[in-house]
């Protein structure tokens, strides 16, 4: 064959036969649904990244460098390819192979796009399934002894590639034969066919290539090409990510049909001129798709197993927090029941001296102003009457109010605390609990805005509980609202409605005002958790109206945005439904 027919054999674009269309269709089919269904989950997370990939420029026709200096061959169109479908930006590189692998295994280089895998190799690297099978030849000069295998070596040198697979191979396995080292497949041919040393193992297709390229008239190759290697693209161990996107784009050159195609322009060829793997790169190709589509499957099934792991522990951390949350509750509840009842004595007391204190003084005020204009200043508890005559009445005020809201937490105090559960046989009507809790709270909502509404929804059912404790709910989330806002332009929004399908009842409050931070929105419903402590929250409101709500098997959800405002939903099941719990 002449160097111009083989490389115009190895450039043209043979049509597959009718036997392979008829025997892969199916399969062919199959595979491409499936990898095209994973394609888009393997695409890299950064597309813009640049994917140096590696290979050696002296490897026709699988890869070399062209006459116009540029990168070529089959390995090397078959990765643009990968990259077109995968989505992927790539650099592709070629110079020795001994230089290459040494920048692959130092990390300058990504992957390699031809590489022939070994049990040895797979101890450092990562392959994907085989594009290609490459046989090793043993070549000599005309009229050298034929070699039957490489025991047969024993005793004569032989010129291999520094870093190939061959020179793995004969340093793993010693045959006896002394080891020349090149650096290319084609230095190797011309220093045999210049009468150099005894035989040049190399790859076969590339040594047949070359000998015809370069005119080696001299060289002939000896005995069967043997190994039937796999050869695909290799990764460093810990980059299978970068290898599935190759393994993939791969799967769907292969189903599409434009894997063979790359192959039949630079491969086909030779092998219809006569090349005996024909049948054996078939097989290794059915194969793989085989081994593709169980590969797809356990991807897939991992992936499953994986969701189900983590909803599993989500589900166990979220009921662990459940229940040291509900500890913590019952603890605190215990604490703080018995710290309120020792609360209430003293502040009891307080509460009723001190109107009689302050009407004591305002007998006495009189008396004591006409001693001050009579004899002039003088001394009460250690201080000049004329300091104290205009603070005793406001000090007897304050200590009042204080005392006031002493009893005020001592009282949310106890409903905090409160261990047995309300009598909840009311039927009550959320409306007409609404209603209420509005007017209670109507001075509260005019000072705070000139923007109130609500809507009440038409015949909804009714639901079982206790309305004053429902009621209780309502004021404090009314209240939140209302000291949620910076504006009276501001609005209040309320409105209740009924959901068939769950049966359940739903108030729903929506302000305007500051929001919440995404940071306290998790500690809302905690105990003495408070953003206003200055204007004079307790921080029990919102702890006491998820308890209430959850005594009635409702739930309250919280809806914010910093800035924007605030949405609360209440959300109770009608009587029906708890009449079938």
């Known amino acids: 064959m002449t160097l111009s027919l083989l490389t115009t054999l190895l450039r043209s674009n043979l049509l597959r036969s009718n036997f392979l269309r008829s025997k892969h269709g199916v399969i062919s089919l199959t595979l491409g649904l499936l990898s095209i269904s994973l394609a888009g989950q393997a695409r890299t997370s950064h597309p813009d990244s640049v994917i140096h990939i590696g290979g050696d420029y002296n490897y026709p026709p699988y890869e070399f460098i062209n006459d116009a200096g540029e990168a070529d061959g089959y390995n090397t169109e078959l990765t643009r390819a990968i990259a077109e479908v995968m989505g992927m930006n790539i650099e592709i590189t070629l110079s020795d192979w001994d230089t290459t692998r040494k920048r692959f295994e130092q990390g300058e280089v990504d992957a390699m796009q031809g590489m022939v895998y070994s049990t040895d190799r797979a101890k450092q690297y990562r392959f994907s399934p085989p594009h290609a099978i490459v046989h090793q030849s043993i070549f000599a000069r005309q009229g050298m002894p034929k070699v039957s295998q490489l025991a047969d070596l024993q005793g004569h040198e032989v010129i291999v590639q520094r870093g190939g697979i061959m020179h793995d191979y004969l340093q793993l396995n010693s045959v006896g034969a002394q080891l020349i080292l090149v650096d290319t497949h084609t230095a190797a041919l011309r220093l045999l066919a210049s009468g150099q040393h005894d035989y040049a193992l190399v790859a076969n297709l590339p040594g047949l290539y070359l000998g ?28 299978e990510e970068l290898l599935s996107q190759f393994s993939e784009g791969l799967a769907i050159l292969k189903n599409t049909g434009r894997q063979q195609a790359i192959y039949d322009r630079w491969l086909g060829p030779l092998e219809n001129a006569g090349l005996p793997w024909k049948k054996i790169g078939q097989a290794a190709a059915l194969i793989s798709g085989l081994l593709l589509i169980i590969l797809g499957g356990i991807v897939i099934w991992n992936r499953m197993l994986k969701r189900q792991v983590s909803l599993r522990t989500e589900e166990l951390k979220l009921q662990q927090q459940q229940l040291l949350q509900a500890d913590k509750m019952t603890s605190l509840g215990i604490l703080v029941s018995g710290v309120a009842h020792e609360i209430n004595n003293p502040s009891s007391l307080l509460l009723l001296n001190l109107p009689v204190l302050k009407e004591i003084y305002q007998d006495v005020e009189e008396i004591l102003e006409a001693h001050y204009q009579t004899h002039g200043d003088f001394y009460m508890g250690g201080l000049t009457y004329s300091r104290m005559r205009h603070e005793i009445t406001p000090m007897l005020d304050d200590m009042l109010a204080g005392t006031n809201r002493i009893r005020r937490i001592v009282d949310d105090l106890r409903d905090f605390a409160r261990q047995s559960p309300s009598d909840l046989n009311e039927t009550v009507d959320l409306n007409e609990v609404l209603a209420t809790a509005i007017r209670l709270v109507d001075n509260t909502i005019r000072s705070a805005t000139d923007h109130f509404s609500v809507t009440y929804a038409s015949a909804i059912p009714p639901f079982r509980g206790n309305a004053q404790r429902i009621e209780q709910v309502i004021i404090n989330l009314i209240v939140n609202a209302c000291q949620a806002l910076t504006s009276t332009q501001q609005c209040i929004a309320i409105k209740t409605y009924y959901r068939p399908k769950e049966k359940q009842l ?9 929001g919440i931070d995404d940071d306290n929105m998790s500690r809302l419903s905690d105990p003495f958790f408070t953003t206003k402590r200055e204007q004079g929250g307790t921080g029990l409101g919102l702890s006491v109206s998820a308890s209430i709500v959850q005594e009635h098997g409702g739930n309250l959800v919280y809806d914010s945005t910093l800035g924007q405002g605030t949405l609360v939903t209440l959300l109770l099941l009608s009587q029906e439904a708890r009449e079938y719990e």
């Open 212 to 239: 015809q390229e370069l005119a080696l008239s001299n060289i002939v190759p000896v005995g069967k090409p043997f190994g039937a290697q796999h050869y695909g693209y290799a990764v460093l161990k810990n980059n």
């Open 506 to 514: 739903c108030l729903e409050i929506k302000d305007q005002g500051c």
